[in-house]
């Protein structure tokens, strides 16, 4: 017994269970019954093959265990390295933050203090812009609220964006909290264009959503009129935002063509930078937006592309492989690289910044940790992901950009200093001869030759610089300060309508606009009672006269439909006359500086501020004069009009198209408008 114990398993030296001489005692356990009799010790060694069995399976379980942990320890190093660099990411955004928010911000004050003396010395010093396009529920105006830095905006599931939203951004470090204020629908001459009261935060959604409906009607309708904000804060950039209605692949086809319209005219000026975002679900290949962008940047030369809601395609990415080839792209320019972003689905954070931003930060992290997790190439994409690398590379291209603007503007001032010196000089001599006798009839020869390029610039003339003083029709809505066409949400190709123009160019493209609007006017809609009422009964008998009720419900729906869109056409007809002023002025100033004559030239008179203010009066007097008479002759005119009806001119037309005049969609009018 005392043997068969001294071959039980032991402990070796590595620490492993060893069996001894169990094989032996196996053996003798399994040989011939007739060469083992059973006596005590076979019993003993029968119990002791099992505690060798029992032992063994012991030490297998062991092995499996080690070899489990030994495989365990890559993964838990592998996921604590991953931590590590996370929490060492968290901390470079942070410092990133505090040091661009300070280099930022004296960046910033020396562009505000410089555009402040352009603007007043009227000098060309642009601001830069982004258009922000894609597709319906892309995420545009969610981007638009981070870069912003705070939540505001409308998203929705619908159409979301109906008008173009154009956010002018100031940077103002007094305003910690942001200060918000749209402008007017409509701004009378030489008045502040915004509302002297401020919106609050929470309150912009509802005032944008009332300003959409006021203009574009209730309903999935878009309209051009764009809605401005400006929003001066302490923490956003000094540039230009335009939020634009989302494209749309199904639905109303007329809906469609009004939106690619809509966009293609905000993103064709060549100093847009354009922000063209797609879903990163949507596959390269399916890309929309891109291609629609690609018509107007065919190299993506000013377009920034970003892929959003990069949290849903981030988690379908499993090896090193798949990563890397979509966050390199498909069918893009050489050097072109997009961007991956995911933003906060929380709607809840309102104005505050601080928990927006660490929302943001925390998307982005979320991100940077999985796609650490699957081994992604950091060297070649870690700059692309991210809203927080997104707007480093968007700031670094705006500072780019207010760089460039920098030198022509110095120039402009050297210029504008020269020009002074040389005013100041002419001034002087002026005072020197300055009599009654030779004002006189210097004066008289100023009001002639400012009547006369008024004159030129209605026949059409190019002195007047049309790229300074020239507008777009979308700026010369923007600047006029008359409402826009009433109950008017189709979009159509207007004669020269992104070119910028002045004087009787501009009054052509005006009178082509209203060409359109006025034949898109539908009959109103004439409820039962109005024409039950119209019927009435003749003098003589007390039978109705129909021809008599129809021709008064044409009468009265004519005046109601039409009238309205001859307010509009005085005031922008006035508008542009007023701008001629300046054009005229500035013309004169120049083609007459260098002229010597007894006394000085007739451009000295446009120093004197007494002077021009007398003739600025004057001008504007005989324009509000006009506009009254045009009005009166222009009422007259429409009241003769629709006084009569000659039904014999009805009954002479030979044809009638098949037209549903009281019930009819947008896309028939259009069709309509276009046939004409």
Not at 81 to 109: A, G, H, W
Not at 235 to 255: K, Q
Not at 351 to 376: N, P, T, V
Not at 609 to 626: G, M, W
């Given at each position: 017994?005392?043997?068969?114990?001294?071959?039980?398993?032991?402990?070796?030296?590595?620490?492993?269970?060893?069996?001894?001489?169990?094989?032996?005692?196996?053996?003798?356990?399994?040989?011939?019954?007739?060469?083992?009799?059973?006596?005590?010790?076979?019993?003993?060694?029968?119990?002791?093959?099992?505690?060798?069995?029992?032992?063994?399976?012991?030490?297998?379980?062991?092995?499996?265990?080690?070899?489990?942990?030994?495989?365990?320890?890559?993964?838990?190093?592998?996921?604590?390295?991953?931590?590590?660099?996370?929490?060492?990411?968290?901390?470079?955004?942070?410092?990133?933050?505090?040091?661009?928010?300070?280099?930022?911000?004296?960046?910033?004050?020396?562009?505000?203090?410089?555009?402040?003396?352009?603007?007043?010395?009227?000098?060309?010093?642009?601001?830069?812009?982004?258009?922000?396009?894609?597709?319906?529920?892309?995420?545009?105006?969610?981007?638009?609220?981070?870069?912003?830095?705070?939540?505001?905006?409308?998203?929705?599931?619908?159409?979301?964006?109906?008008?173009?939203?154009?956010?002018?951004?100031?940077?103002?470090p007094t305003k910690l909290t942001?200060?918000?204020?749209?402008?007017?629908?409509?701004?009378?001459?030489?008045?502040?264009?915004?509302?002297?009261?401020?919106?609050?935060?929470?309150?912009?959604?509802?005032?944008?959503?009332?300003?959409?409906?006021?203009?574009?009607?209730?309903?999935?309708?878009?309209?051009?009129?764009?809605?401005?904000?400006?929003?001066?804060?302490?923490?956003?950039?000094?540039?230009?935002?335009?939020?634009?209605?989302?494209?749309?692949?199904?639905?109303?086809?007329?809906?469609?063509?009004?939106?690619?319209?809509?966009?293609?005219?905000?993103?064709?000026?060549?100093?847009?930078?354009?922000v063209c975002l797609e879903q990163?679900?949507?596959e390269w290949s399916n890309s929309?937006?891109?291609?629609?962008?690609?018509?107007?940047?065919?190299?993506?030369?000013?377009?920034?592309?970003?892929?959003?809601?990069?949290?849903?395609?981030?988690?379908?990415?499993?090896?090193?492989?798949?990563?890397?080839?979509?966050?390199?792209?498909?069918?893009?320019?050489?050097?072109?690289?997009?961007?991956?972003?995911?933003?906060?689905?929380?709607?809840?954070?309102?104005?505050?910044?601080?928990?927006?931003?660490?929302?943001?930060?925390?998307?982005?992290?979320?991100?940077?940790?999985?796609?650490?997790?699957?081994?992604?190439?950091?060297?070649?994409?870690?700059?692309?992901?991210?809203?927080?690398?997104?707007?480093?590379?968007?700031?670094?291209?705006?500072?780019?950009?207010?760089?460039?603007?920098?030198?022509?503007?110095?120039?402009?001032?050297?210029?504008?200093?020269?020009?002074?010196?040389?005013?100041?000089?002419?001034?002087?001599?002026?005072?020197?001869?300055?009599?009654?006798?030779?004002?006189?009839?210097?004066?008289?020869?100023?009001?002639?030759?400012?009547?006369?390029?008024?004159?030129?610039?209605?026949?059409?003339?190019?002195?007047?610089?049309?790229?300074?003083?020239?507008?777009?029709?979308?700026?010369?809505?923007?600047?006029?300060?008359?409402?826009?066409?009433?109950?008017?949400?189709?979009?159509?190709?207007?004669?020269?309508?992104?070119?910028?123009?002045?004087?009787?160019?501009?009054?052509?493209?005006?009178?082509?606009?209203?060409?359109?609007?006025?034949?898109?006017?539908?009959?109103?809609?004439?409820?039962?009672?109005?024409?039950?009422?119209?019927?009435?009964?003749?003098?003589?008998?007390?039978?109705?006269?129909?021809?008599?009720?129809?021709?008064?419900?044409?009468?009265?729906?004519?005046?109601?439909?039409?009238?309205?869109?001859?307010?509009?056409?005085?005031?922008?007809?006035?508008?542009?006359?007023?701008?001629?002023?300046?054009?005229?002025?500035?013309?004169?100033?120049?083609?007459?500086?260098?002229?010597?004559?007894?006394?000085?030239?007739?451009?000295?008179?446009?120093?004197?501020?007494?002077?021009?203010?007398?003739?600025?009066?004057?001008?504007?007097?005989?324009?509000?004069?006009?506009?009254?008479?045009?009005?009166?002759?222009?009422?007259?005119?429409?009241?003769?009009?629709?006084?009569?009806?000659?039904?014999?001119?009805?009954?002479?037309?030979?044809?009638?198209?098949?037209?549903?005049?009281?019930?009819?969609?947008?896309?028939?009018?259009?069709?309509?408008?276009?046939?004409?």
């Amino acid at each position: 017994m005392l043997s068969s114990l001294r071959d039980s398993p032991v402990v070796n030296s590595s620490g492993e269970e060893s069996l001894g001489n169990v094989g032996t005692l196996g053996n003798v356990h399994s040989s011939s019954p007739s060469m083992v009799s059973p006596t005590p010790t076979s019993q003993l060694s029968r119990a002791q093959v099992f505690l060798a069995e029992a032992l063994a399976m012991k030490i297998q379980e062991g092995k499996k265990n080690r070899g489990e942990k030994r495989r365990r320890e890559p993964d838990e190093m592998g996921a604590q390295r991953v931590k590590e660099k996370v929490d060492l990411e968290r901390r470079i955004l942070d410092e990133e933050d505090e040091v661009l928010f300070s280099t930022n911000r004296q960046l910033y004050k020396l562009f505000n203090d410089l555009q402040g003396i352009a603007n007043d010395f009227n000098l060309s010093f642009d601001t830069p812009e982004l258009v922000v396009v894609g597709m319906q529920s892309d995420g545009k105006s969610s981007f638009i609220e981070a870069l912003l830095g705070f939540q505001f905006n409308i998203v929705e599931s619908n159409i979301g964006t109906r008008r173009p939203l154009i956010l002018q951004m100031v940077n103002n470090p007094t305003k910690l909290t942001p200060c918000c204020r749209f402008r007017k629908e409509s701004v009378p001459p030489n008045q502040d264009p915004f509302e002297e009261h401020e919106t609050p935060v929470p309150d912009l959604t509802e005032e944008i959503v009332r300003r959409t409906n006021q203009v574009a009607g209730r309903g999935d309708r878009v309209s051009a009129s764009p809605i401005i904000l400006k929003v001066e804060y302490c923490h956003c950039s000094n540039l230009n935002i335009s939020d634009t209605p989302g494209f749309r692949l199904v639905g109303d086809d007329s809906l469609k063509a009004d939106i690619m319209a809509m966009v293609k005219e905000l993103i064709e000026p060549s100093h847009r930078i354009i922000v063209c975002l797609e879903q990163s679900t949507v596959e390269w290949s399916n890309s929309v937006s891109r291609p629609l962008v690609k018509q107007v940047d065919p190299e993506f030369s000013r377009t920034i592309l970003v892929n959003t809601k990069f949290d849903n395609r981030v988690k379908e990415l499993r090896s090193p492989e798949s990563s890397d080839k979509y966050l390199m792209g498909e069918g893009l320019p050489p050097g072109k690289k997009p961007f991956f972003v995911s933003l906060p689905l929380r709607r809840t954070l309102g104005g505050d910044s601080r928990r927006f931003k660490e929302a943001i930060k925390e998307c982005y992290l979320d991100d940077y940790h999985r796609l650490l997790s699957i081994g992604f190439d950091e060297t070649n994409f870690l700059p692309q992901i991210g809203f927080p690398r997104t707007k480093i590379y968007l700031e670094k291209l705006l500072n780019e950009r207010y760089h460039n603007a920098l030198h022509p503007t110095l120039r402009s001032l050297e210029t504008l200093c020269f020009n002074t010196e040389h005013e100041i000089n002419m001034v002087k001599g002026e005072i020197e001869n300055n009599n009654v006798e030779l004002l006189r009839p210097k004066a008289q020869r100023f009001v002639q030759a400012f009547i006369l390029q008024i004159e030129k610039l209605l026949e059409g003339d190019i002195v007047g610089d049309p790229d300074t003083f020239g507008e777009t029709l979308t700026e010369e809505k923007v600047h006029c300060g008359v409402p826009d066409w009433p109950d008017f949400n189709l979009n159509f190709e207007i004669q020269n309508q992104g070119f910028k123009l002045y004087g009787g160019s501009q009054y052509e493209r005006l009178l082509n606009e209203f060409e359109y609007v006025a034949h898109s006017k539908e009959f109103p809609k004439t409820s039962m009672n109005e024409v039950a009422s119209a019927l009435g009964t003749a003098k003589s008998h007390n039978m109705p006269v129909f021809e008599t009720a129809a021709s008064n419900i044409v009468q009265n729906k004519a005046r109601k439909a039409l009238q309205p869109l001859l307010e509009v056409v005085l005031g922008r007809c006035s508008y542009i006359m007023r701008r001629l002023f300046e054009i005229a002025l500035d013309i004169l100033k120049k083609e007459d500086g260098g002229k010597k004559e007894k006394g000085g030239g007739i451009a000295v008179l446009g120093f004197y501020e007494h002077f021009l203010e007398e003739l600025r009066t004057t001008y504007f007097k005989f324009i509000t004069r006009t506009e009254e008479d045009c009005r009166q002759k222009l009422q007259d005119d429409f009241a003769s009009f629709t006084k009569i009806l000659d039904w014999d001119l009805m009954y002479g037309m030979a044809e009638l198209k098949d037209y549903n005049y009281l019930k009819v969609s947008p896309e028939e009018t259009k069709q309509r408008v276009q046939g004409i």
